[in-house]
Structures are given as structure tokens and as C-alpha cells.
């Protein structure tokens, strides 16, 4: 596996730093080598092109997709919501049955039902959640989800 970590500026994001970390293990526990290479020249940086951005109003618990209000149940705001506040972390469904609806005793395909049924709201323009296979959900990397605690 390669892992391209930019390391630009005097300090280290902590995500690098977990990163390097981990990695750091593993070569300890002889799981892995670490060779250090020059980085190629990056091309000329092009503007990302900007895709709609849903706001998390959590005050009054309405999500905003580009400024119109989106209508979630409460249990689909919960779960975008949980998943924003825990960017790059992947969750088990039984994980988030925990965490977003309490229990952990119901059918694990509930959340695979919530999951759809949100990304269905927020349109094939919006990569929010990503499936890990074997594993569960997260947020996507280029999600544009901002929690506005205080609307």
C-alpha cells in the first residue's frame, strides 16, 4: 500500500500525525517498511469544483441543502449528523444503532434503510455517506456538511 501524506508547513495535521503514528506500529510489530521519497512537483492547483453544501441547523434541527430546507425525519438527521461530527471515521451499523437510535438489538439492515432513503434526499449530487464494504458507513471524504450549532 502507498500513502501519500503532504507535509507542507511547520506542523502536522493531527490526522497525519495519527497516521504516521499508526504506521510507526506497524513497522515496530515488523508488519511493514517505510521508505521516505521526494514528492513529485504538484501540477498547477485548479479551483475544486464546489457541489452543494447541506447545513446541520442543530438549534432547530433542520438540514439545508444549498439554502432550502430539506425535510429529514429525525432519525436521518441524527445519523448526518453523527457521521459529520466524526469525519474519515468509519462506523459499524451495530455502531450506529448504538449511538444514533440507542439500542443495539434491531435488525442491522435498519440503518442500511436509513442510509438509502438519506441519500436519496440529498440527491446524486451530494457523495455524503460511503459505504466501507465489511465494514459500515462514513462520511465521504468531499461531503460539504457544515454543523451550524447555533442558528
Do not use: C, N
Given at each position: 500500500?502507498?500513502?501519500a501524506i503532504p507535509?507542507?508547513g511547520?506542523?502536522?495535521s493531527?490526522?497525519?500525525h495519527?497516521l504516521?503514528?499508526?504506521?510507526r506500529?506497524?513497522?515496530?510489530?515488523?508488519?511493514?517498511?517505510v521508505t521516505?521519497e521526494a514528492?513529485?512537483?504538484?501540477?498547477a492547483?485548479?479551483?475544486a469544483?464546489?457541489?452543494p453544501?447541506?447545513?446541520l441547523l442543530?438549534?432547530?434541527?433542520?438540514?439545508l441543502l444549498?439554502?432550502?430546507?430539506?425535510?429529514?425525519?429525525?432519525?436521518?438527521?441524527?445519523?448526518?449528523?453523527?457521521?459529520a461530527e466524526?469525519?474519515r471515521?468509519v462506523?459499524?451499523?451495530?455502531q450506529?444503532?448504538?449511538?444514533?437510535?440507542?439500542?443495539?438489538?434491531?435488525?442491522?439492515r435498519t440503518?442500511?434503510?436509513h442510509?438509502r432513503r438519506?441519500?436519496?434526499k440529498?440527491?446524486?449530487?451530494?457523495?455524503?455517506i460511503?459505504t466501507v464494504?465489511?465494514?459500515g458507513?462514513?462520511?465521504?471524504?468531499d461531503?460539504?456538511?457544515?454543523?451550524m450549532?447555533h442558528?
Amino acid at each position: 500500500m502507498t500513502l501519500a501524506i503532504p507535509l507542507t508547513g511547520d506542523t502536522v495535521s493531527p490526522q497525519a500525525h495519527r497516521l504516521l503514528s499508526a504506521v510507526r506500529e506497524l513497522v515496530e510489530l515488523s508488519r511493514g517498511t517505510v521508505t521516505v521519497e521526494a514528492a513529485a512537483p504538484e501540477p498547477a492547483e485548479t479551483p475544486a469544483v464546489a457541489g452543494p453544501e447541506v447545513r446541520l441547523l442543530t438549534g432547530s434541527r433542520q438540514a439545508l441543502l444549498d439554502g432550502v430546507a430539506l425535510p429529514l425525519t429525525r432519525l436521518e438527521f441524527d445519523l448526518l449528523l453523527y457521521l459529520a461530527e466524526r469525519p474519515r471515521r468509519v462506523f459499524s451499523r451495530a455502531q450506529l444503532l448504538a449511538a444514533v437510535w440507542g439500542y443495539e438489538r434491531a435488525g442491522e439492515r435498519t440503518v442500511d434503510v436509513h442510509v438509502r432513503r438519506l441519500r436519496l434526499k440529498l440527491g446524486a449530487g451530494i457523495p455524503a455517506i460511503t459505504t466501507v464494504y465489511g465494514v459500515g458507513y462514513r462520511l465521504a471524504d468531499d461531503a460539504r456538511v457544515t454543523i451550524m450549532p447555533h442558528d
